[in-house]
Structure formats: structure tokens, C-alpha cells
């Protein structure tokens, strides 16, 4: 009954389980929530004066230097880090810094995070040409 589309992944070239294949939501919500929970510690330990309204503003602003910095350099954030994961480019390898720079301000927005194609991959990883796939 409908038509089959084969698994996550599969249109990449990625395994459909283990190392390289296509990172599940439920990991990629967590490595968020990590990452989301220590820009707001950096915010507001040592950015806001101990405000917590200023420390949401700031977090946001930490949270694309961190995004930027370390999926530019390594590969992952923190939060990825901690739950396995990483970002990849669509053909392997590592992403280039435009295109973490153009994630990580989609990602910003937030729209284009929660809608996402039948790999699993929201549009802010599809426009940057980008999967997020397990360690």
C-alpha cells in the first residue's frame, strides 16, 4: 500500500543503520537541547550580568558563534559530540565554512529546521547541502 521510498538515507548513499547513516530526531532534538542548555550557562555566567531576559538574547548570539566555530573547524558541537553525532556534506567530508555560516543562520530561524524531506534532513540541512549523520 504507496509507494516505498527506502530508507533514510538511502538517496545519499548513506548505510540505513550504524556509523554514517542519517542521525534519528530524537538525538538531534537532545544534542540541541546540550547545546541550547550551555550557551544559556556562557550567557548568563559571563555576558549578562545576571539578567535572565539578557542572558536568552545573548544565548542566541553565542549559540551561532559556538555552531559556527565548531562545526567549521571539527565537524560537530558539542551537543553532537556528546550524543554521536556530526555534520557531514552531502558527498562526504567535511562542510565548508559559507556553508556552516548558511546552516547555522537558517538554523537561527528556525523554520527551516522543522521541515523536513523524507531523509530526515530539515531544509536548513538540504540548502547548505549538508546531512547530519551518526559517529
Not at 535572565?52 to 566555530?69: P, R
Not at 565554512?97 to 529546521?113: D, F, H, Q, S, Y
Not at 523536513?116 to 547541502?129: I, P
Request: some cysteine; charged content about 20%; aromatic content about 6%.
Amino acid at each position: 500500500m504507496g509507494v516505498e521510498f527506502g530508507y533514510r538515507g538511502q538517496r545519499l548513499g548513506l548505510p540505513e543503520e550504524g556509523p554514517g547513516s542519517v542521525a534519528r530526531p530524537g538525538r538531534r532534538i537532545a544534542a540541541l537541547f546540550i547545546d541550547w542548555a550551555l550557551c544559556m550557562l556562557i550567557a548568563y555566567g559571563l555576558l549578562s550580568g545576571g539578567r535572565m531576559q539578557s542572558a536568552s538574547n545573548w544565548a542566541l548570539v553565542v549559540f551561532a558563534v559556538l555552531s559556527v566555530l565548531t562545526v567549521g573547524t571539527v565537524g560537530f558541537t558539542p551537543g553532537k559530540r556528546l550524543v554521536g553525532l556530526r555534520v557531514a556534506a552531502e558527498g562526504g567530508g567535511r562542510i565548508s565554512l559559507p556553508r556552516v555560516v548558511l546552516r547555522t543562520l537558517l538554523l537561527l530561524v528556525i523554520i527551516p529546521a522543522v521541515i523536513w524531506d523524507r531523509d530526515g534532513r530539515g531544509l536548513h540541512d538540504r540548502l547548505a547541502r549538508s546531512v547530519e549523520v551518526r559517529i
